[in-house]
Structures are given as structure tokens and as C-alpha cells.
């Protein structure tokens, strides 16, 4: 990624000098401003290929920076943009869905930036090399993988997975959560995830009572694996039928709106992503329109029960281009 530069904004020096040296590491020319004034010297020196800033003075007094931000969009289209933020995710959801060109939040609760997410998520955007598991965990670790094929073997793979999760000595309120996470994702990659040709889903109102196997080239596949910090869960299909604007609307209309006033007729698939996503500590989907579509979960194992509900979610939204 040589060449590629970088804009880095938090008010603090302390993370801001942390995230420099974090970036740095993807062969980035990297920027820093601890304030807006700073921040718009060096837009009107040049473009960044990425900008990656703290919303969090924003929410509590408005400055004009998003308005900045859409000015840069408009100016240099393909800029891409990171926010990261300590508010709730109740607070951010509806401005991702008002700005298209923000699908990605970084979450910063007591602890600084993390180092790795700052980088992964730099370079899957600069290098528009989005997919695999691996790329949130640490080297070495080497995933399980399920293929995902038969609706009645559904308690299997959660089983597998959970099984998994107990072996690592985990809770019983995080083994409930690996649960809802796989249940929820094996239902979407079997159910929802297959179209035909014309992108018309084949399965999404098939009974889920009923038997249904999957042909060779409509499976998915689930990974699953732990580093010690973070068990990650990944669900992978070949199809790639989830848009990302869809994704944000059903989380937006069920964190803001309650999942209640989402009929599972209408919505079975957003109340599924709603369940992961308030499952997780960090949400990633990627997407290559009519190819792939991954979805990785990642629960956060230092933290407590109370701290988990507490904390931001990280919401990473990824296209290929």
C-alpha cells in the first residue's frame, strides 16, 4: 500500500500518537489532527485515499465535521472514510444510514484504539482484500470449519460450536450467546442467503420445520476458532445476496425502533442480524454482490457480562469493489 495516505483525527495527543504508530505499519503515509482547524489545513493540502476520525466530540457538540466530510465525498469520491466512537450504538446507527458512504465504526470504550482493528480494518479498505476470519485473529490460530448443507442437522452444528465454546471454559451466559449467534446464522446461510438468477430468494419462505438440503453449489460454510482475547464465528455463502444498505436499515429499525415492530414474515433475516448483532462485541460483513457474502462475530472474552452489555459495538460494513 505504498503511497496510500492516511488521516487520523482524535482530540486526544495520547491516541492519536498511538493510532499513528499503528498505521504506519500498513506502509501508509499517516496524518494526525487533534482538531477540526487542523483537520481542514491538511484536506485543503491534498486527499487521502482514507480518513479515519473520532465522532464522539461530534455527538456532544456539533462542529460541522460530518458536513466536512460530505463536502470531501463529494470532492474526492473515492476517499473512504472510519469513524470510531465511545457513544451508543443506538446514537450512531441512524447517521450510517443517512450517509452511505460511512458503513464502518470502530468502537473505543475505557480502553485506547486497538492497534489491530485499527490496522485490519485500513488495510481491508486499502486493499480491498476483505474476506477471511483469520484476518481478527492472532497468527497462527487455525479456524474449524462446518459445512452448512442440511436444515434438520441445524442442532448439530450449533452443538459443534457450543461444545467448542465449553471447552474453553467459557460462562454459561457466553455459551448462550455463541449459541444465538450460530443458530441465527446457520438459519440465514440455509434459509435466506440462496437466490436464483434473477437474485429472487429460493428457501426464505420455506417452512423451517420442513427438511431442506442444499445442492453442491448453494452450501455455506461456518468457521469458528479462539485466540484467547476474542471467540470469532463466521458464517460464508456463495451467493452474496445481502446489500449493505439493507443491513443497516433492519439494525437501525430494530435499535432505534424495537425488533418488535419487525414481522418475521417481512424480516426474518434483519430480526436474525438484529439477534447476532446484539450477540456480539464486534459485527463485520463482507460482501462481493452476487458472489460472497461473510459475516463474522466476534465476542470479546475480557470483559465481563456487565461490561459486554455496556460496551460499543464495532460495526464494520465491507464491499468489494
Given amino acids: 500500500m505504498y503511497g496510500k495516505r492516511i488521516l487520523f483525527f482524535d482530540p486526544d495527543t495520547k491516541t492519536c500518537k498511538a493510532a499513528a504508530r499503528a498505521l504506519t505499519a500498513t506502509s501508509s503515509d499517516v496524518d494526525v489532527a487533534t482538531n477540526l482547524y487542523d483537520m481542514r489545513l491538511l484536506l485543503d493540502a491534498g486527499s487521502y485515499d482514507l480518513i479515519m476520525a473520532s465522532h464522539d466530540q461530534e455527538s456532544r457538540e456539533p462542529s460541522g465535521m460530518m458536513e466536512l466530510f460530505d463536502t470531501v465525498r463529494e470532492q474526492h469520491p473515492s476517499t473512504l472514510f472510519v469513524l470510531h466512537a465511545t457513544e451508543s450504538t443506538q446514537d450512531y446507527m441512524p447517521m450510517l444510514q443517512k450517509r452511505h458512504y460511512l458503513r464502518n465504526l470502530i468502537a473505543k470504550n475505557e480502553d485506547p484504539l486497538e492497534p489491530e482493528e485499527l490496522i485490519v480494518t485500513a488495510e481491508k479498505l486499502l486493499r480491498n482484500d476483505i474476506f477471511g476470519i483469520n484476518k481478527y485473529l492472532r497468527w497462527g490460530v487455525e479456524p474449524l470449519s462446518i459445512t452448512l448443507r442440511e436444515s434438520q442437522k441445524k442442532a448439530d452444528y450449533v452443538r459443534q460450536v457450543t461444545d467448542y465454546a465449553d471447552t474453553l471454559g467459557c460462562n454459561s451466559r457466553t455459551v448462550e450467546l455463541v449459541n444465538a449467534i450460530v443458530d441465527e446464522l446457520v438459519t440465514n446461510a440455509i434459509f435466506n442467503a440462496p437466490v436464483d438468477a434473477e437474485g429472487n430468494a429460493k428457501y426464505r419462505h420455506h417452512k423451517r420445520s420442513e427438511s431442506l438440503v442444499l445442492s453442491d453449489d448453494e452450501v455455506?460454510?461456518?468457521?469458528?476458532?479462539?485466540?484467547?482475547?476474542?471467540?470469532?464465528?463466521?458464517?460464508?455463502?456463495?451467493?452474496?445476496?445481502?446489500?449493505q444498505d439493507t443491513v443497516i436499515e433492519y439494525l437501525n429499525r430494530c435499535l432505534v425502533k424495537g425488533p418488535k415492530?419487525?414481522?418475521?414474515?417481512s424480516g426474518g433475516a434483519g430480526l436474525g442480524l438484529y439477534r447476532v448483532f446484539q450477540s456480539v462485541s464486534k459485527f463485520v460483513i463482507n460482501l462481493?454482490?452476487?458472489?460472497?457474502?461473510?459475516?463474522?462475530?466476534?465476542?470479546?472474552?475480557?470483559?465481563s457480562m456487565k461490561q459486554f452489555r455496556l460496551a460499543t459495538k464495532s460495526f464494520h460494513c465491507f464491499v468489494a469493489s
Avoid: H, W, Y
Avoid at 220 to 243: E, R
Avoid at 261 to 265: N, W
Fill in 261 to 265: 415492530q419487525m414481522s418475521e414474515d
Fill in 288 to 303: 462481493d454482490p452476487g458472489r460472497r457474502t461473510e459475516v463474522i462475530s466476534l465476542i470479546d472474552l475480557r470483559l
Fill in 220 to 243: 455455506a460454510t461456518l468457521q469458528f476458532a479462539c485466540d484467547g482475547d476474542f471467540i470469532a464465528i463466521s458464517s460464508s455463502d456463495p451467493f452474496g445476496s445481502l446489500k
